[in-house]
């Protein structure tokens, strides 16, 4: 039998509503796949923590993250705090588990409306790469004279070869491995960041070479987000760095009809550490507690996970079934234009996984 140990961080605002409606889809994908089983532990960190302890989370939070098969997390953000304070915890799990991988796809469901003209279902199928430990994200820095008109701010971004030749390849492998055109697009600022992202450049033709029997290409990140509105259909596979990856799929989202269904992983692909798996929405603290938060794409997540741990018939059961949810419209939360609380989402999809199970 394989039971995950699975370490829940529901996180503040609709995070806790939306871990709960994955959890309940992953213990209904355990009720009709054989030998599938979970334990979820769950961890009151965020930002009521914080109020508490001053820290996001306690200081050996990865020591007692580290032997779970993977983290299934809500989200992070409360007003009351700074964003580059509640963001922390983040970024030290994703450095600290070396999840140099940031894997979004963006995929154009039926049934969901977007806001392109003429885009059918499925013709916007991406999945964006951003690299996830390093780039604009690394903490190097500073600030002096603080308060005064001298004061000064340093933000230094940190491109290592590795980092770069890394996350590129893990592109052009994805790209290989899907039963769909093959194309891997680089997205950079090279035309003024002369020593990043010209080395960024510089890789990525590097590894291309390696791969002939995948197209490849590369954008400006402003001419990325163009083509992102004007033409979505183009794009296959994403590279990006982390900053331009983060604003990039934040666009995706909305050209596929909505936050709520943007699922996100962070991946260790080696496997050395556990990864973890978030919706990219964020807390959403404007509606939080109101029920009518979107769960799909905390289910959608929840399929991700499936999927990275191996479990490929549960992982496409929670995909199918969030499809016919969103085909069947009859369930859908208001930011799909309907009026239905987050827990009757999250009971569809429960109960279409069930569904699929009997049409075998």
Known sequence: MSRYRIAVIPGDGVGVEVVAEGIKVLEATAKVVEGLGFKFTSFGWGSEFYLRHGQMMPSDA??????????????????????????????????????????????????????????KPGAIDMVVIRENTEGEYADVGGRIYRGTEAEVAVQAGVFTRRGT??????????????????????????????????????????????????????????????????????????????????????????????????????????????????????????????????????????????????????????KQAVEKVLVEAEVRTPDLGGSSKTSQVGEAVVSKVAELDREG
């Open 165 to 318: 030749e890394r996350v590129i390849r893990y592109a052009f492998e994805l790209a290989r491995s899907l039963n769909k055109k093959k194309r891997v697009t680089s997205v950079t600022k090279s035309n003024a960041m002369r020593h990043s992202m010209v080395m960024w450049d510089w890789v990525f033709r590097a590894v291309a070479q390696e791969y002939p029997d995948i197209e490849s290409g590369s954008l400006l990140v402003d001419a990325a987000c163009m083509n992102f509105v004007r033409k979505p259909e183009t794009f296959d596979v994403v590279v990006a760095s982390n900053l331009f990856g983060d604003i990039l799929t934040d666009l995706s989202a909305a050209i596929v009809g909505s936050m709520g269904l943007a699922p996100s992983a962070n991946l260790n692909p080696e496997r050395r550490f556990p990864s973890m798996f978030e919706p990219v929405h964020g807390s959403a603290p404007d509606i939080a507690g109101k029920g009518i938060v979107n769960p799909l794409a905390a289910i959608l997540t929840a399929g991700m996970m499936l999927e990275f741990l191996g479990e490929a018939r549960a992982a496409a059961s929670v």
């Open 62 to 119: 990865l020591d007692v993250l580290r032997d779970f098969d993977a983290i299934y997390l809500g989200a992070m953000g409360d007003p009351r705090i700074p964003d580059h304070i509640t963001l922390e915890a983040l970024l030290s799990i994703r450095r600290g588990f070396d999840q140099y991988i940031c894997l979004r796809p963006a995929y154009l469901y039926p049934g969901v409306p977007t806001p392109l003209a003429g885009k």
